[in-house]
């Protein structure tokens, strides 16, 4: 495994005394995706991957009340609050987004992000045309998503949503357990698409964030992914993108190490107790 301290729970009992990593999963996904980054960031940084709500080994939301982002975000808040220092979010996709929302609650306990192509639906709406039709066109696929879960279709709605990111009979290339794993998360979907879309925080919100964000996005990555970067690159005030070459949306699942890479140097050089940690190989990467 790793040198660095990896937690893939939901929560710590007891926030760790290193500068803390905490990096956040995309949809589907869980804590694990983030075992090539905790073996990167060495032993002087402690890495909290937690599983999301309905993913890995976390149950699905509770249903108490509408889903928000806010709701997603509680648990990473609680490990910012308790943590000794201000903490780096790492996020991927929907994962990004939930990183987003907690630098929003707690932005001075925030030392930096890494955000590698949130899916934030709700900016396409200030994307001019060219987001209103991206917009149209996920509307649909998510829309197509709901009515198979309504019937009972789990298994063609996780089909369908590992296909949008990567291409037709892509699922039929999957590990059975990995399509298991889908297969249990899917129901979870809905409620992530309508919070991303209805999230209150508006996009000038993230003006006022005093933090520098390295904006990530693979180089084959969709066009309503590219869209959503500029639209956060340009509200952003200390935002510097970079592209990860060879890459598209699942880079850090695709392409881990050069992704981890990446991160791994950006974090070293926000953290100012890591000066002297040796840059990891960064070969496979190019600015946007």
Known sequence: MSNATVTLLPRLQKAPAKPLVIALHCSGASGSEWRQLGQDLGPRLALVAPDLIGSGANAHWSGAHAFALTDEAAAV???IDRASAPVHLVGHSYGACVAMRAAYERPTKVASMVLYEPVAWRYLTIAGEDGALELAKINRVFAEIRRLLLVGAQRSAAKRFYELWNGARAWSSMRPEVQAELIRYIPKLPLEFAATMTERVPLHAYRRLNVPVLLLQ?????TVTRLIAGQLAKAMRFASPQTVYGAGHLGPLTHAAAVSAIMTDWI????????????ASTLNTRVA
């Open 268 to 279: 070293a050089r926000m953290e100012p107790t890591l000066a002297e940690i040796e840059p």
């Open 77 to 79: 808040v609680d490990i």
């Open 218 to 222: 693979g180089e084959h990555a969709p």
